[in-house]
């Protein structure tokens, strides 16, 4: 580990964060074109985060800055572990990777717990009914796509992602969205979930909630979070990629995969309603779920794999 | 028998045979209102409520300055049998007060307290027919009633915007036939898109 | 030729930092404005065509928002009561600076139809300073979203300072609020 | 002093003082107390590392000792809990009647964790046992129930009965000695699976897991403030003892499942265990006091160390152990926050709190980071431990324990939330506006627990070296660790270099958060209502229920067991009262009768 190494993960984190809001203003253009409207402009992610770090923002206590703080810590120190592809990855050392799966799960909850704190913290209770939903959302879509992964690790006898990729891109081995097609399914609907798209859209809820644990962020702590949200949905995209889609060689092939994944998931969210939060929780727990386990079993008490 | 003509009579029957009716009027066919001594409200409404009348949809008042009197309407309404029954009694306008009927409609406590907010009058049996509910620190006589006069109160409470003298439209060639056929074309281009037909 | 004397830069003042910096973030916020929509009148109906597909307010960077806090512009459509009014100044106040209010209708401007009412209010900017109005009763989508590019074009032009104005001369908003209103933040027994 | 045995006795002396001292002073008797806890904590750690204790010390007749890796490892833990939880007797004792011998008791039941774990024999073993029930049995109840003490007593009592039932099919499998190693190597056929059986009843039992765990949150939750600690971080630990020795020492000679490469014994613990994370995160999930909260933690992080302990590798073991040790610090710096803010408002009830960071933010502090452990999110602890055992069971392929890991992994995040969110952030209550942070005797334990909660999940390498003596004592063999890194089975774990990348990740987003421009600070109570205005900071602290729309999914069927055991207990009390009616009747005679046939019934058997 040197010093380039820990460059080379900021890097990535600011990539990530560049990627991510210059495809999500590209979406925000194509659902308008969907809905037959001209729609902002590509970069318009881009000014929205700008202006609000440019306002004077209120804040209510150390808890709601230091919860931001962490959140954003938490999110950039997992985007620095996320490899691109094969080669661009920030810590390797002689041919042993440190992208575990599990730092991204878990690490990524460091920050929900920043974000969590901090919104308790303002003293508004439509915050603490967001986070309550969050938790709830998570508790819901958590299990069946860990289990879909432990199917993963299971067989690939790997829990770095480079591993994954690179076995998903040896010859004779399908992608696993095609090689466990149910178990793709469920790693899609979990994905879904944790982007917070629609139906899975509850904990934001604007209309509803008054747009939850977002509540009280006005100015720079709106702004931070807006990059937080950016570089986390660059992670759990990046994540879906890298499991199911087997990764990517080079950079462009990351692209290509990454924008297809986002794309298709904000056109489902485009065209359906909000679940209410006990929904989430008996959806994911019925269908996934059981899908999940079938998957499981058919892989690893019979070892059938496409 | 749902048949409203049948109801009407019902109620009529009902009510003539609780109390003296001093006047009666048929609103409409689902509509009756009767008008009764200020004492035998209260036996009316408990005698409408048993009946079936379990919904005491409004309650306000009306001023007869002329009369100096208020007018109390209470609306019942029966949910079997679909006819709105309204119950009027006029009071005194010097110190409004009637009894409340809290003990016959529950519901009725914030009723009272906007009767009481909006014409004075007061509600003895309510405990907090004096608190404030709509009007946020008023501090006139109350609104609805017709002796106080709105724009004067508007006119000295909030200002308003005093234009200057070129600001109003003098210039009757601003309504000429001209003006109009001119915006009469554009809303015709918006429409058909700038197509020529 | 490169000269190796040390020579200062013509050094800008932190005001002129200031400014510059001001200047940037000008261009940031007048294209992405987001909306905190206070319905208070029937001009709340003009909204829904200015946002969906016929006119498409998102177009210029302009959205709906949840809070005042996340908002930019504090939109009053229609005609406001004295109990609104209270309300309006309260979330006004809440709202993260730099904050800009436009008004919809007459009712703002003058009293509209309700001039004479003893619940509605008469001039709006009486009580927070307005720096867009759009009149009409009511205004058609157009007129709003021509309102809108106007408030754009002022933040241009620094002309939009109503939140500077309201900090300046707050014991003159605060006095003419009372005036009308008695207190502005007022009990009520629900949410004691 | 390095003898066991001299230490025991050290206990019992020094408990003997601190009765007198504290009648006389109570402060000057905790005071006490705490010293001697830390004379034995020191000597343990100054000798016991590499088990350099001395045995010969032999005053006690009939008592001997021997020292392993894995007693040692248990009895440094839990003597380390002890230690620091005095720290918190000063404060506490006031309140309760009996204080005078809440010390006696305090330091007898040390007494007893120290001969549990490092006697050689069985018949000690469930002598020490006892010492330690019945000493805890009557610090219980001196916080507020009488019930508590019942329902804890009730259950240990099931549990020791069923270790002695083990203990004699032993004795008489292994020639007539009670004597623990080659007791357990004797066992095969049958007697091995009762005895497997019996001592995971105890284990669970003390354990609190799934089937016996009932006693968990009652005793918890009403005991007294400074020994809930105690009971979660240390003595629960009892129960993953003697699971230590059923599951891994006896191996019964059932089917194996190839699959999994597991023999079904194994397995089905294993499903109890899972059974036991899962029930204790849905209760925790839906409990309002915060103490009995934990204690489901507790039963759910129970689940975890039966859950490694019987999938049969040295990663899992590795991850158990590690997981004992983890969930003390962590469990024992939760209870121990909330203890601090029991101490100044009088209650721990959820609904009744709010907004004590603004108070207690040391406390605040070194609560957030016991439930960062307790939930296993990376910089601390219970990363590392859950870890380890989630790469055991992916590696095995248990995909039905696998979702009850994954579950109890993410609820606990659910759960530890609620009181972070109800009892120390959100409104400020105002008949808490008086109140202060706790005295700085009771912040030094609180921040040596913080920092060991960090150190265990940033250098988890030396922990683990040791671990890898227990588990090579068990005769498995550990894992691989490096200075900074774990090798897994299937990856490897940087923990330092994680710890490092997130605090170089808060760094960045601390320099972008100090650049822009400084925030205005408002009231808590200036938030959005909807513009309404609200005068009442209760009306906008959100505490109650706080996860009811997830409650409701399961509401229903959440107090099945506790009906189970009330049924039960109903039955026990009929059969209570027909037992009194028979023998205990006003009339002489009978009683003389009964006694006299059950003589000769006894004694006839011996004749004949």
């Known amino acids: 580990m040197t010093i380039v190494n820990f460059l080379i993960g900021v890097g990535i984190a600011l990539f990530g964060f560049v990627l991510q809001t210059s495809i999500g203003g590209i979406n925000r253009k194509i659902v308008g074109r969907m809905q037959k409207r001209h729609g902002p402009r590509w970069y318009q992610e881009f000014i929205d985060i700008f202006k609000l770090l440019s306002k004077r923002a209120v804040s209510h206590g150390w808890i709601f800055d230091f919860g931001v703080i962490m959140a954003l810590g938490g999110i950039i120190g997992t985007a620095m572990f996320m490899p691109l592809t094969n080669q661009i990855l920030a810590f390797s050392n002689n041919g042993v990777n440190y992208d575990n799966f599990f730092i991204f799960v878990y690490l990524l909850a460091v920050g929900m717990l920043g974000m969590a704190m901090s919104a308790s913290g303002s003293g508004n209770p439509w915050a603490s009914i967001g986070v309550m939903r969050a938790l709830t959302t998570m508790l819901a879509y958590e299990v069946p796509f860990l289990i879909v992964v432990l199917t993963i690790i299971n067989l690939t006898n790997q829990s770095s992602l480079t591993g994954i990729m690179e076995y998903q891109q040896m010859a004779g081995n399908n992608w696993f969205i095609i090689a466990m097609p149910l178990g793709g399914i469920v790693g899609f609907i979990s994905l879904m979930g944790m982007l917070g798209k629609k139906p899975f859209e509850t904990y934001i809820a604007p209309a509803e909630i008054a747009s939850g644990p977002m509540v009280e962020y006005g100015g720079k702590q709106l702004g931070m979070l807006f990059i937080l949200h950016e570089i986390s949905v660059f992670i759990e995209v990046s994540l879906f990629v890298h499991l199911f889609l087997g990764g990517a060689t080079n950079i462009f092939e990351f692209l290509i995969k990454y924008f297809a994944v986002y794309t298709f998931a904000n056109l489902i969210s485009n065209v359906n309603g909000r679940f209410k939060i006990d929904q989430v929780v008996t959806f994911f727990y019925k269908w996934p779920l059981l899908m999940a386990v079938t998957q499981a079993v058919i892989v690893i008490y019979f070892g059938w794999v496409i | 028998m749902t048949n409203s003509i049948n109801n009407l009579e019902l109620v009529k029957e009902l009510v003539s045979k609780t109390t003296t009716i001093l006047k009666e009027e048929n609103i409409d066919v689902q509509q009756l209102a009767f008008e009764v001594n200020t004492c035998d409200i209260h036996h009316v409404l408990s005698v409408l409520k048993s009946a079936g009348w379990k919904q005491l949809s409004y309650l306000s008042a009306v001023d007869w300055p002329d009369e100096n009197k208020f007018e109390v309407v209470y609306i019942l309404f029966n949910w079997d049998k679909p006819v709105y029954v309204q119950i009027r009694t006029k009071i005194d306008r010097e110190n409004p007060s009637i009894d409340s009927i809290l003990p016959i409609f529950p519901g009725a406590k914030y009723y009272e307290r906007e009767a009481h907010e909006f014409f004075g009058i007061a509600f003895p049996g309510n405990p907090d027919y004096e608190k404030q509910l709509i009007l946020e620190g008023w501090d006139d006589i109350p609104p609805l009633r017709k002796d106080f006069d709105p724009s004067a109160y508007s006119d000295r409470k909030f200002p308003s915007r005093e234009y200057p003298q070129d600001y109003s439209v003098t210039d009757e060639k601003n309504h000429s036939l001209e003006k109009r056929a001119e915006r009469k074309a554009r809303a015709e281009r918006l429409r058909t898109g700038g197509k020529k037909q | ?192 | 002093m390095g003898s066991i045995e001299l230490l025991i006795l050290f206990l019992v002396g020094t408990g003997l003082i601190s009765y007198l001292l504290t009648k006389w002073n109570t402060f000057l008797g905790s005071v006490f107390t705490i010293f001697s806890v830390m004379f034995v904590f020191v000597s343990l750690a100054a000798y016991g590392f590499n088990l350099n204790l001395d045995e010969t010390v032999n005053y006690l007749p009939g008592i001997s000792f021997t020292q392993t890796y894995l007693g040692f490892y248990f009895a440094i833990i839990i003597v380390f809990v002890y230690l620091m939880v005095s720290f918190f007797h000063p404060y506490y004792l006031n309140e309760y009647k009996y204080k005078d011998s809440y010390n006696l008791l305090f330091l007898l039941s040390l007494a007893g964790i120290l001969g549990a774990f490092f006697t050689d024999s069985f018949l000690n073993l469930f002598f020490f046992f006892e010492l330690i029930i019945w000493t805890t049995m009557f610090l219980i109840p001196q916080g507020k129930s009488r019930e508590a003490a019942v329902s804890y007593f009730g259950f240990s009592v099931a549990g020791s009965v069923a270790m002695l039932l083990g203990i004699f099919i032993i004795f008489q499998n292994n020639g007539n000695s009670f004597d623990i190693a080659t007791g357990l190597a004797a066992l095969s056929g049958t007697n091995a699976i009762f005895v497997f059986v019996l001592f995971l009843i105890a284990a669970f039992a003390k354990l609190g897991s799934f089937p016996l765990h009932i006693w968990l949150p009652i005793a918890h939750g009403n005991a007294p403030h400074p020994f809930s600690p105690v009971l979660s971080g240390a003595l629960v630990k009892l129960g993953a003892f003697i699971a230590v020795l059923a599951l891994i020492r006896i191996v019964p000679a059932t089917g194996m499942f190839t699959a999994m490469d597991l023999p079904i014994g194994q397995y089905v613990v294993a499903l109890l265990g899972s059974a036991s994370i899962i029930f204790g995160t849905l209760m925790a999930i839906k409990e309002d006091d915060a103490k009995k909260l934990l204690a489901y933690s507790s039963m759910s992080h129970g689940g975890y160390i039966i859950v490694a302990f019987s999938v049969m590798n040295g990663l899992a073991f590795a991850g158990g152990f590690y997981h004992i040790l983890a969930h003390a610090l962590a469990s024992a710096g939760a209870f121990m926050a909330i203890a601090a803010v029991a101490r100044v408002t009088g209650t721990t009830k959820m609904k009744e709190l709010g907004g004590m960071i603004h108070k207690m933010p040391i406390t605040y502090l070194a609560y957030l980071i016991a439930i960062i452990s307790m939930a296993g999110i990376p910089p601390m602890g219970g990363f590392i431990s859950k870890w380890l055992i989630f790469q055991a069971v992916i590696n095995k392929g248990m995909v039905f324990v696998g979702i009850a890991v994954f579950f109890g992994s993410v609820g606990s995040f659910l759960y530890v939330f609620r009181p972070l969110a109800a009892l120390f952030l959100g409104q400020e209550f105002t008949e808490y506006k008086g109140v202060k942070e706790a005295p700085i005797m009771m912040l030094i334990p609180t921040f040596i627990i913080m920092g060991l909660n960090v150190y265990t999940g940033v250098f988890p390498a030396g922990i683990l070296q040791y671990i890898n003596n227990i588990i090579g004592e068990l005769g498995y063999t550990g894992i691989t660790v490096s200075t900074y890194a774990i090798n897994g089975s299937n990856g490897i774990l940087n923990p330092a270099l994680i710890s490092l990348v997130f605090a170089i990740g808060v760094a960045i987003a601390f320099v972008i958060f100090i650049l822009l421009k400084k925030s205005r600070k408002v009231d808590l109570m200036d938030t959005y209502t909807a513009a309404n205005f609200v005068h009442d900071e209760h009306l906008l602290h959100y505490s109650v229920d706080f996860y009811a729309p997830l409650e409701r999914l399961y509401e229903k069927q959440s107090n099945w067991m506790t009906k189970f055991y009330t049924a039960l207990a109903e039955k026990v009390k009929e059969l209570g009262r027909l037992a009194k009616y028979l023998f205990m009747s006003k009339n002489m005679a009978t009683t003389v009768f009964w006694i006299i046939a059950i003589l000769l019934f006894v004694l006839g058997g011996e004749i004949l």
């Open chain 3, 1 to 192: 030729m490169l000269s190796t004397k040390f020579t200062p830069k013509n050094k800008m003042t932190k005001a002129e930092i200031d400014r510059k910096w001001w200047e940037v973030g000008d261009y940031f916020r007048r294209n992405s404005l987001w909306l905190l929509m206070y319905c208070t009148g029937c001009c709340a109906v003009e909204l829904p065509p200015s946002m969906t597909s016929a006119y498409d307010m998102e177009r210029l960077g302009m959205g709906p928002m949840a809070t005042p806090r996340q908002a930019d512009i504090l939109l009053v459509s229609g005609y406001l009561s004295l109990k609104t009014l209270r309300r309006l100044i309260y979330t006004y106040e809440q709202m993260s600076e730099p904050k800009y209010v436009v008004a919809l209708g007459s009712c703002p401007i003058n009293g509209g139809i309700y001039h004479d009412s003893h619940a509605v209010i008469n001039q709006l900017d009486q009580y927070i300073p307005v720096d867009v109005y759009v009149a009409g009763c009511m205004p058609n989508p157009e007129s709003v979203l021509n309102g809108f590019v106007d408030l754009m074009e002022g933040i241009k032009q620094k002309t939009m300072n109503g939140w500077k104005r309201y900090h300046d001369h707050f014991e003159w908003y605060k006095e003419n609020q009372k005036n009308s209103l008695g207190e502005v933040i007022v009990h009520d027994e629900f949410h004691q």
